[in-house]
């Protein structure tokens, strides 16, 4: 089975920048879907930004221009770089890998979550 192992989460002032890391197991990495979502308490997780196994990116309106995912196949790992931190921007954060390749019924493997707070 694939686990996701993240880090980097922790308390920022608003305009800070951090990184998010999120590593991965299993020896076909370069056929997964990566994604980063977040959720705050009480609500609904919400998708944040997307890369595919090609290098495409999508990112959720409220983080474009902020916010870049990016990928290192030979390391396992996908990142999540972000700039300009808003008190918004608050959530627990989790990595999601999605895994088709080979499979007639595509499944999806979350990390635990790493908390991010922005202080005003």
């Not at 396992?76 to 989790?94: I, W």
């Amino acid at each position: 089975q694939v686990q996701l192992v993240e880090s980097g989460g922790r308390s920022v002032q608003a305009g800070d920048s951090l990184r998010l890391s999120c590593a991965a197991s299993g020896r076909t990495f370069t056929t997964y879907i990566m994604a980063w979502y977040r959720q705050a308490p009480g609500k609904q997780r919400e998708l944040v930004a997307v890369i595919t196994t090609g290098g495409s990116t999508n990112y959720a309106d409220s983080v474009k221009g902020r916010f870049t995912i990016s990928r290192d196949n030979a390391k396992n790992t996908v990142y999540l770089q972000m700039n300009s931190l808003k008190p918004k921007d608050t959530a627990v954060y989790y990595c999601n890998a999605f895994i088709h390749s080979g499979l007639t019924v595509p499944r999806a493997y979350w990390g635990q979550g790493t908390q991010i707070t922005v202080s005003s």
